[in-house]
Structure formats: C-alpha cells, structure tokens
C-alpha cells in the first residue's frame, strides 16, 4: 500500500487571521475589532476571486494584495487610499514573519515521516519565495523532501485548478491513496475531491457547509490528528502520535 498525505498551509499549518489580526489593529485602529474575522473572510474570498486574473497574467500579485483588502472594506462602507491598503498589507507580512504552527503539527508531520510507504507533501499557491519563507519561519523545512513542495507560480499550476493534484500525484508516484487537508473549501476540499483525492475540510471557524461535496471535517487540530488516525488504520498502517 503507498499512501500519500497532502498539506495546504495558509490558515491550515498555521492561524493566517492572527497576523491580519494584529495588522488591522496597528494601521485601522477604529475597525471594530469583533469583526475582524469576517474582514479577513472577505479579503480571502476576492484574493480568490483575485487569482484568477493574477493566474492568466491580467493582474501583477502586488495589485492583487492591495485589490483584495480595498474590495473587502467597501463591503464596511468603509473607503481607503492605496497607499493606506500598501500599509495594511505590508503590516500583514511583517507579522507573517511572526507566525507559529498549530501545537500539534509538528507531533503528526513527524509522526508521519516516520512510516514506510507514507509520504508527505506541501501544496500551497503564492509566489515561491514568499511561500518559502513562510515554510522557513514555520519551521517545517525539515518535514517535507523539496521534491514534495508544489507552489503554483513554480508548478504553475494553482488551486482550484484540479490539474494540480493530478500532477502532484504524477511526480509522489501515483500513490494508491491521496489524502489532502486543507481550510478553503473552494480552493483545496472542491479541487481535490474532483482530482480524485480523500480529502479532510479544516473547519475552525464552523463556517455552513457548501452543498454538493462530502469530505471528511475537522474544526480542530485535535481532529485532524484522530481524523489521519482512522484514515491509516482504514488503510492498514497504524500510526502514533
């Protein structure tokens, strides 16, 4: 049995709203911080929207960063120059250089590594050095070979294009079961279901469940982990974390 396991990273390794948390906070001081989290929702929503354009060339990413959080704060009436959306986000990767992996990913990536016939890989979209800077301040260098680390702009290929899962399982091996967790149900649990893959929607913020898709759901890391548990035992290998 050959069995590989898939990780998105943004808000799935790690909590992305914290640092956005703390970058409105500095640079809107008046944005009512109990609706933060429904900002930072907005703003994923059109980078989404946003890469689409990006992806075919229409739309350079810094225009798409500053885009994104312009479209989301009209939906609060609220109205900024360009150069007050260039702040939010500069703030936004300064404090992206600051993040921190859920307690228990490091206990499950090393876990994982450890088992034969198990691999374990990284699927992310971005820019590659900014994706690989957070996988350096993340501290997961060592967990996922370099050959397993698929980002778009290097692939180019990037979510919700299902070709993507299709050519990472083309270079892990045509493994004979592909599992894939990830938080964003348009991009990670829709695309990897249709490619073919098992697939756990990381929920921690109990948003409703789209209709049409029925992966496996986790609003914890706890979760996940016993999720990953019964998928191996499912497929004969007993893991311990």
Known sequence: MSLSICFDMDDTLYDQQLPFRKAVMLRLPD????????????????????????????LDLNQLRI????????????????????AIQSQYELEQR??????????LLGSLNKLEHVD????TNGPV????????ALGIDSF??????????AVGLAKPNP?????????????????????????DVLPSLEAGWDCIWFNPRHLPKPCGASPYVAHSW????????????????????
């Open 31 to 58: 944005f009512p911080e109990r609706e933060i989290g429904q900002l930072f929702v907005k703003v994923r929503e059109y980078s989404d929207e946003l890469w689409i354009p990006h992806s075919q060339g229409k």
């Open 67 to 86: 885009q994104r959080i312009l479209f989301a704060l009209r939906e609060w009436d609220i109205q900024v120059l360009e150069g007050e959306a260039t």
């Open 98 to 107: 600051r993040i921190q992996l859920y307690p228990e990913v490091s206990a």
């Open 120 to 123: 374990i890989g990284l699927i």
């Open 129 to 136: 050095m900014h994706q690989m800077n957070k996988i350096s």
């Open 144 to 153: 996922f070979p370099p050959d397993y680390v698929f980002i778009s702009d």
């Open 163 to 187: 070709d993507i899962f299709r050519h990472v399982e083309q270079r892990m091996g045509y493994p004979l079961r592909k599992l894939y967790i990830g938080d964003a149900w348009h991009n």
């Open 222 to 241: 706890d979760e996940i982990v016993r999720l990953v548990e019964q998928y191996m035992l499912q497929n004969g290998i007993s893991i311990s974390t």
